[in-house]
Structures are given as structure tokens and as C-alpha cells.
């Protein structure tokens, strides 16, 4: 009775690990999804770790009581190789050569966070000062008000900056790079916006012989009042109750859902402004997607690119501090005729609610 019992409690088991695995590659391909037909499905990529953290447990759990039965979440982790290798990378982080060219790319939340209040120009400056890179592109570089491009002519040869909103909005959101590579000319992306302060700018960069195409990128966000976020912590820590936990819930995910649409707009439009603009130089595509690994936006932008971090970087690389909202949001894509080493998130800065993504990129790779 107790051998019947046991052998039944393991196939329910094996079950349940079964229907983990076939979650877990549903949610990893979900990116596919395209948020403008199906916004909410499109939502069910931010659980991804959830059925990768349970099929681990499975791991364990055959490896402790019935070993026999490891082949089954194995078989997941292989057949869901490739999002896993796109939400966290594992591998020994490869040192760039001497060549490489280094890039940031960071948002610098117009350089008074949310998250600690007051003047950090003059540190996050030093800190961009210190990396000594050949690009840095910042997202909501919005500080004109201390003479910040003189301060960065002092130390970058040459700099631009690109308002992304539209003319008639008050509050005012640009895109900047800095660079030693001559910028012949920069441009807004014609994106549509909710709030219409999010979009994407594109800068043409002389290097060698090459017309470089850097895309910088702060696409739609959610824009959750502070409020709502609070509503939203403690509905993740359960001390909501059940009736108000659903309504806010479903309002929550009607924000989510409305802001994929939005990204799965621009994505496409940055995808064919690329196609329509890239000469024979390279492409790099930067900044804050809004949107994590596995999303349609990501994958859109990413058709025909690397994508730096899980080509040569390892682990969650957490890009958002938020408590509560910790994710990869911020992004860097590269053409084949480049190659990326020890792509990063630079956790030691803490001046923004964004940590800085930083990568080495080799040029004249052809795989």
C-alpha cells in the first residue's frame, strides 16, 4: 500500500513537472506575441522566472528522492536553451582585447533620481568621466539648467543631444551621446507615445572609415503613480486584501498590457527606421526598452542583432533597482559586424533608479 502510494505520488509529480516544463517554453517563446494583437498574452513573459526558479526545484527535488526522473526538467532547461540564455546568461566572462571599443549606455533620470532625492550631476558626471568610454549614451540627460553641455564639452570632443518628445510638451526628455568619435548628424525617431515623452533618437558617428548608426532608446513606460506602485509591492508581499488585491491587480495589468501595445509600436518603427537607414557601418542599438528579455519589444528591435548582454554577459543583470520591480530593462543590440565582451550592470552607481549597462564591442567581427 505505502510502495502503491509512493509510486503515485511520484508520477503526480512528474506530472506537475511536466506541465512546469511546458509553461516554462510557452512563457520563454512568448516574445513572439505581438502585444497589438494580443496585449495581455503578451504580459506573461515577466513570469518567466517563476517557471525557471520551479523547474530548478524539480531539479533538486529528482535529485534528492528519485533520480531517475532528472531527465525531465534537463530536458526543459535544453529545450529552453535559448530564453534562458536570453534572461540569464551563464558563462565565464570573456576580458576584451585591447581594441575594443567601450560603450554606456544609462539612464540617468535627468540626474535627480525618484529614489534619492536631490542634485547628483556632479557624481554621476565623475562616474561617466571615470569610465573613460568611446560612447556613452544617456537616457533623460535632461540637465541644462547648470551649463552640463559645457561641462561635457570639457571632457567629451564631441556631444549631442535630441529631444524626443514632441514640441508642445512642457516637460522636456532627451536623449544624449557622448562621444570621441565625430557625430555628423542626429535625429529623432517619429515614435508614438502615450504621454508623448518617450521615443528614441538616432545618432550617425564617423568611426574609421565607417558611418556607425547608435540608436538611443526610452521607450514607453508603464507610468505608475506612486500610489499605484505602493499597490502594487503590497500585493506582491500578499498583505492586500483578496477583493481590493483584484481590482487593483486588474488595474495594474491593464497599465502593463497598454504599455506593451504601445512598445510593440515603437519596437516595429525602430526595426524599420533601422532596415531604411543602415548604411554598410555598424549598428548599435541602446538604452531603456521598458521591457524585459523575454518581450516582443526586445526581440523585435533585436531581429538581425546580438544582443550584448546574452552574447557576453552572465547572470539576471538587474538594470532597475526598484524594490519590486527588479528587471533587465535596459538593452544593448549590436550588428554582426561587431562583437561584444564582458557586457555588464555597473551596480556600484546608485544615483538613478537605473544601474548602467557597459560594454566592450570589437569592430570588423563577421561570424
Known sequence: MIKRLKIITIQLIAGANFAIVVLMLLVGF????????????????MTFPIFLLANLLMLCFWTLFAWRKLWIPV???ILAYVPINIYVPVRAMESPPNDA?????YNVSGFGSTIAKGDHFDSVFSYLCHQQADIICLQEDNDTWRSAD?????HFKYNARVKICYDKVTWSNHVGLHTRFPILRSERIDLT???????AAAFYLQVGADTMLVVGCHLENIHLNKKERQQYKEILKGSMERDTAKAEGKMLLGKLSGAFKIRAAQAKAIRRYISEHRGSGPVIVCGDFNDTPISFTRHTIAEGLTDCFAASGRGLGLSYNQKGFNFRIDHVLCSEDLKPYHCLVDSKIKESDHFPVVCWLKMGHNP
Do not use: H, M, W
Open 150 to 154: 559645457d561641462r561635457f564639452a570639457e
Open 101 to 105: 571599443l567601450k560603450l554606456v549606455s
Open 30 to 45: 512568448s516574445d513572439r506575441i505581438d502585444p497589438e494583437q494580443y496585449p495581455l498574452l503578451a504580459c506573461v513573459g
Open 75 to 77: 530536458l526543459g532547461f
Open 193 to 199: 507615445s502615450s504621454t508623448r515623452v518617450n521615443g
